[in-house]
């Protein structure tokens, strides 16, 4: 999904900026949009790449047996926790 974002964010972004350079009298007006609209498109791809590949930068967030579940299951076995919950009982 992402991946298909990128290309037609690069796609799009080109066009556009070829489109404004194309259309260039030799005021600049043009030039100028052209350059900005090149910037942005950098700027888009480059956030859409470090988005796409986040998941290889941090696998231990997408490890089947993160350390978020096994936390949880030892405060919930914790001696405190257990001594809690009988003083809570009574």
């Known amino acids: 999904m992402v991946s ?3 290309i037609l964010v690069i796609i799009v972004g080109l066009l556009v900026a070829l ?8 005021i600049g007006d043009y030039k100028r949009k ?4 090149l910037i942005l498109t950098g700027i888009i791809s480059i ?3 470090i988005l796409a590949t986040a998941k290889l ?4 967030l997408w490890k089947k047996n993160s350390t978020h579940d096994r ?3 030892h405060t919930k ?6 001594e809690r919950e009988f ?3 009574r």
């Open 77 to 82: 076995h914790h001696p405190t926790i257990k």
């Open 47 to 49: 956030f859409l790449t």
């Open 57 to 60: 930068w941090f696998t231990h």
């Open 19 to 26: 489109s404004f350079f194309s259309m260039e009298e030799g």
């Open 34 to 37: 052209g350059v900005t609209t």
């Open 4 to 6: 298909m974002a990128l």
């Open 87 to 89: 003083r809570g009982k």
């Open 71 to 73: 936390h949880k299951n």
